[in-house]
Structures are given as structure tokens and as C-alpha cells.
T-cell receptor, first 114, second 119 residues
Framework: EAGVAQSPRYKIIEKRQSVAFWCNPI?????LYWYQQILGQGPKLLIQFQNNGVVDDSQLPKDRFSAERLKGVDSTLKIQPAKLEDSAVYLCATGRDRRYNEQFFGPGTRLTVL | KQEVTQIPAALSVPEGENLVLNCSFT??????LQWFRQDPGKGLTSLLLIQSSQREQTSGRLNASLDKSSGRSTLYIAASQPGDSATYLC??????????????????FGKGTLLTVNP
């Protein structure tokens, strides 16, 4: 089966600019996660969707970050305005929400904020 | 709050050695534990997943064990190869997934162990 697709792979922006990331999940995966991975750290969950509904967004900085999952398939994560500390890799993961609850990750988008 | 620690932070070994990566977690009330591999500039690849009721899982040259009561997991790599060079991440799943009637399942990651296998 095809894996999780993400775009763009790399993005460089100035602080205070806006940026958006896109994720296309594995077909049939109802659960979708966005993670932020700062250099040298493990990924940190930002938001979790089940189909097109938000399950957990407790760690999403809602003053600048937003995310949506239209029709329960593709998802976008937006940052507006970006800060220097937002420089990180943004990972999308999806899962079947079945027995083992295993998560499958995309290649990520590396964001550099100057 | 669950905290996950991985030791060592970096490891360099000659090709052919057997090695052990360690992961410890502070809250033993876990749902499962997953080991991932991350290559530079790439996403995470799932290696092994251990449910809380299991003691170990094996895949090829990899073996992961889980001791929930002591809050520890190990990833054993046999006969290491240069292609095994990567960062290995341990992630602990807590809470109940949606299909189990819950809504608070969450993965907490360690910082990873950077493994270099020298030819």
C-alpha cells in the first residue's frame, strides 16, 4: 500500500510569514496525527483527528497554529504568523484505529524560519 | 505526565556486533510501546510494536522486550550492519484508543539513540 504523503518536503520562510503543510493519509486510515519534531528531540503531538473531527488538540498553539481535515481524508496544518522557534520537522502520521493502534509516518516537512 | 528516556544518546559500534538500546518510562500504565527508526531527512519507520500484555516481539535481527512493571524496554540488534545506522526512537502509548471506547490515546517519544555501525 502507498505510504503517507506530505508536501512540501522543505520550506524556508521569514518570521511573521505564513506557511501551510499538506498530508495525504494511507487509504482507509481514519486517524491522522500531526507531530512537531525539533532538532535533537522526539516528535511531539500537536493534533489528532478521527475522520474529520478533532480528538485532541491540547498541545496545539492555537494562537498561531491551525489544522483541518476536510472530508476525513487530506489534512493541512497552517502556521500564521511563524516564529523562529517553529523551525522543526512537521510529521504527519496515520493509523487504522484498530487492534494495535499502530501509527505510520510520512517523510515530514522541514521548516526553517529565518 | 509520562516521560521517556533513551540511553545511550549515541552509540558507535563495529560491523557485526550485537547491541542493545535502552528505553525507560516513568508511568507503567501503558497501552503499548513502539520502536521506530529514523534516517536523516526522513520520517519514522515502525520497527516493532509491543502490546502491554506482551513481553517481546521479534522481526528478523531485531528483538524488542518490554518489562512494564519496571518501566523498561530494550531493542536488541543482532549482527549489526552499516545499513542499521540511523536514529532509533522509543514511543510509549498511553490512554485508550477510540476503538476501545477511549479518546485519549497518545504516543510519547524519547529523544532517540543515534546509532552508527562502522564497516
Amino acid at each position: 500500500e502507498a505510504g503517507v504523503a506530505q508536501s512540501p518536503r522543505y520550506k524556508i520562510i521569514e518570521k511573521r510569514q505564513s506557511v501551510a503543510f499538506w498530508c495525504n493519509p494511507i487509504s482507509g486510515h481514519a486517524t491522522l496525527y500531526w507531530y512537531q519534531q525539533i532538532l535533537g528531540q522526539g516528535p511531539k503531538l500537536l493534533i489528532q483527528f478521527q475522520n474529520n473531527g478533532v480528538v485532541d488538540d491540547s498541545q496545539l498553539p492555537k494562537d498561531r497554529f491551525s489544522a483541518e481535515r476536510l472530508k476525513g481524508v487530506d489534512s493541512t496544518l497552517k502556521i500564521q504568523p511563524a516564529k523562529l522557534e517553529d523551525s522543526a520537522v512537521y510529521l504527519c502520521a496515520t493509523g487504522r484505529d484498530r487492534r494495535y493502534n499502530e501509527q505510520f509516518f510520512g517523510p515530514g516537512t522541514r521548516l526553517t524560519v529565518l | 505526565k509520562q516521560e521517556v528516556t533513551q540511553i545511550p544518546a549515541a552509540l558507535s559500534v563495529p560491523e557485526g556486533e550485537n547491541l542493545v538500546l535502552n528505553c525507560s518510562f516513568t508511568d507503567s500504565a501503558i497501552y503499548n510501546l513502539q520502536w521506530f527508526r529514523q534516517d536523516p531527512g526522513k520520517g519514522l519507520t515502525s520497527l516493532l510494536l509491543i502490546q502491554s500484555s506482551q513481553r517481546e516481539q521479534t522481526s528478523g535481527r531485531l528483538n524488542a522486550s518490554l518489562d512494564k512493571s519496571s518501566g523498561r524496554s530494550t531493542l536488541y540488534i543482532a549482527a549489526s550492519q552499516p545499513g542499521d545506522s540511523a536514529t532509533y526512537l522509543c514511543a510509549v502509548g498511553r490512554g485508550l484508543p477510540l476503538f476501545s471506547g477511549g479518546s485519549n490515546y497518545k504516543l510519547t517519544f524519547g529523544k532517540g539513540t543515534l546509532l552508527t555501525v562502522n564497516p
